[in-house]
């Protein structure tokens, strides 16, 4: 993939397919231990033990719309290639964690991507389930959370047209603000 918040779109509506009510997107970026990390975490349906040691496995997947699951097998390879590791940890009942860690400067780490648009497309199909969004850059944190959102707005979607709008444009503030140089 082009682009890793395309590996986070896949992997978050993997959590939509598990149930999941509450999707915690965590983005750690720091310059001097040369580290991007995303953790993705999610308190679905789980995976079986027996599953987990395959899920990786590009020709193993729970679709029946096609034989094969190229997606936490390319996630993990582009971790791997540059430098760093992929880990999935998973329980029955409980939920699924996925951390992909790439080294920060390696040449062969695409970008993070459009994460604006990126969040918004996740809100807009995520219906009933939560987003917490942390990204931390160089120590400087910003963090998005839905349920914060649909308090204060006394509403229970988000998806009208005005609300995503406003969403697009924090997120990207927030983003620009943490990534100042001071």
Request: charged share 25%.
């Amino acid at each position: 993939m082009k682009e890793l918040s395309l590996h986070i779109l896949d992997v978050t509506q993997n959590s939509i397919r598990a149930n999941a009510k509450l999707v915690n997107l965590t983005i750690f970026e720091s310059i001097a231990k040369n580290e991007f990390t995303i953790t993705i975490e999610d308190d679905g349906c789980g995976i079986s033990a027996e599953k987990l040691q395959y899920v990786t496995d590009p020709f193993v997947t729970t679709r029946t719309t096609r034989k094969v699951g190229l997606g936490l097998s390319l996630f993990k390879a582009a971790a791997e290639t540059c430098g760093g590791y992929f880990e999935i940890s998973s329980e029955l009942g409980v939920g699924t964690k996925v951390v992909a860690s790439f080294m920060r400067d390696h040449i062969d780490r695409v970008p993070l991507g459009n994460m604006p648009d990126t969040v918004v497309t996740m809100v807009m199909s995520f219906e009933e389930t939560d987003l917490i969004y942390e990204h931390n850059y160089n120590n400087r944190s910003f963090v998005f959370n839905t349920r914060e959102i649909k308090e204060t707005l006394e509403v229970t979607s988000l998806n009208e047209p005005d609300i995503l709008q406003w969403i697009r444009e924090f997120i990207r503030d927030g983003l620009e603000e943490i990534m100042e140089e001071e």
